[in-house]
């Protein structure tokens, strides 16, 4: 397939103050990420950073696209939310194959099929069931489907659903407080937390308690998760009324909700983020890390979020060009993946959406 080009358009900067509300004043500053002891080895990784001057559009047509994971020969599988299609995307573009199809997916609201994760011939799913959120596994040729975790708390908003493998090998799951606020804080309760489970779906090794499956708590509704070079995670969370979030996350850390929405004014029960947006300049979703930027999708805020990991000021880009941003991801050729969501119900639609843009590695 022949990659169509776009033009570029001006990055868009959003406007954030440092106080307790949002207010048209300076870009948000971001707070250098501290050293994390025990942080896991790194995986080998590109680190480069993309050229985002040179968008390239490789697949159109797309229904709600939400996970995206890479494959070893650089072709990627995409799921869409309401149909429960998994869609196979050549490195190089071209016309959408499907390749699976999740059954039992109970789309609505902000349910469905969402996540995905790979790991050696296994495909990992997040999806909405008739009566719960639940990871499942299974095989391209057929082997599978299985469950492999099950039981959280499902809603019309606040599914979480964002997986992926760290580089510990672990699966790390993003959830979210299905509205009920309360179990955010309930060490218990899966939902509103960061897990990590082994590729079985069990309770890792070295969790902060035994047997637990939650890594970190109080949080909303966990839509992003990516890793530095370093090994240091990220966690990238809507906020409510006021702020939105990008973590640093550590095993057994409390981040507040629904106590504290973005910064907690120095309580020291409840981690800090290293940088928060004003709700309408966000709504942050996917995330990855390249070089030494950490990028985050925006939904509300239809823009690409740059945030400088040696600390800085957190920069906009292509605000309101592509519209509603759902999913960034690096692939293995060290290019930039970029999803929109304008057909999910909450955007306008383009000509062509949804789509998959790609920024290639400079």
């Known amino acids: 397939?022949?990659?169509?080009?776009?033009?570029?358009?001006?990055?868009?900067?959003?406007?954030?103050?440092?106080?307790?509300?949002?207010?048209?004043?300076?870009?948000?500053?971001?707070?250098?990420?501290?050293?994390?002891?025990?942080?896991?080895?790194?995986?080998?990784?590109?680190?480069?950073?993309?050229?985002?001057?040179?968008?390239q559009t490789i697949a159109t047509g797309l229904d709600v696209p939400w996970g995206l994971a890479f494959r070893d020969d650089g072709s990627a599988l995409v799921a869409e939310r309401d149909t429960g299609r998994?869609?196979?995307?050549?490195?190089?573009?071209?016309?959408?194959?499907?390749?699976?199809?999740?059954?039992?997916?109970?789309?609505?609201?902000?349910?469905?099929?969402?996540?995905?994760?790979?790991?050696?011939?296994?495909?990992?799913?997040?999806?909405?069931?008739?009566?719960d959120n639940r990871i499942i596994r299974f095989r391209l040729d057929g082997g599978g489907p299985e469950v492999v975790f099950d039981g959280i708390v499902r809603g019309s908003r606040h599914n979480g659903g964002r997986i992926a493998f760290g580089p510990d090998g672990m699966l790390y799951v993003g959830t979210g407080d299905?509205?009920?606020?309360?179990?955010?804080?309930?060490?218990?309760?899966?939902?509103?937390?960061?897990?990590?489970?082994?590729?079985?779906?069990?309770?890792?090794?070295?969790?902060?308690?035994?047997?637990?499956?939650?890594?970190?708590?109080?949080?909303?509704?966990?839509?992003?998760?990516?890793?530095?070079?370093?090994?240091?995670?990220y966690g990238i969370e809507f906020g409510q009324d006021t702020w939105d979030e990008v973590n640093v996350i550590e095993p057994g850390r409390n981040y507040g909700w629904p106590e504290v929405e973005g910064k907690g004014d120095g309580d020291d029960r409840y981690t800090d983020p290293i940088v928060q947006w004003a709700t309408d300049d966000a709504s942050p979703s996917g995330a990855a890390v390249a070089g030494d930027t950490l990028y985050v999708a925006g939904l509300k805020g239809q823009r690409l979020w740059t945030v400088p990991l040696g600390g800085g000021t957190a920069k906009a880009e292509f605000t309101g060009e592509f519209g509603r941003l759902r999913t960034v991801a690096v692939a293995p050729d060290g290019s930039l993946w970029l999803t929109t969501s304008n057909t999910d119900g909450r955007g306008d639609t383009r000509d062509g959406d949804d789509r998959i843009l790609r920024f290639p590695a400079s």
């Open 1 to 55: 397939m022949t990659i169509t080009r776009l033009a570029l358009a001006a990055a868009g900067v959003a406007v954030l103050t440092a106080c307790s509300s949002p207010g048209p004043s300076e870009p948000p500053a971001v707070d250098p990420v501290p050293t994390v002891s025990g942080a896991p080895e790194p995986s080998a990784s590109a680190t480069g950073e993309p050229d985002l001057s040179d968008p």
């Open 86 to 131: 998994i869609l196979e995307i050549a490195a190089d573009g071209g016309k959408p194959r499907e390749v699976h199809r999740v059954r039992g997916v109970a789309s609505g609201g902000e349910g469905g099929l969402l996540g995905l994760a790979i790991k050696d011939d296994w495909v990992y799913a997040y999806h909405t069931a008739a009566d």
């Open 178 to 233: 299905a509205s009920e606020e309360s179990r955010s804080q309930d060490r218990d309760d899966p939902s509103g937390k960061i897990l990590r489970l082994t590729p079985e779906g069990r309770p890792a090794p070295g969790n902060p308690r035994a047997g637990s499956p939650v890594w970190s708590l109080g949080h909303r509704n966990v839509q992003g998760l990516a890793w530095d070079s370093r090994g240091r995670m």
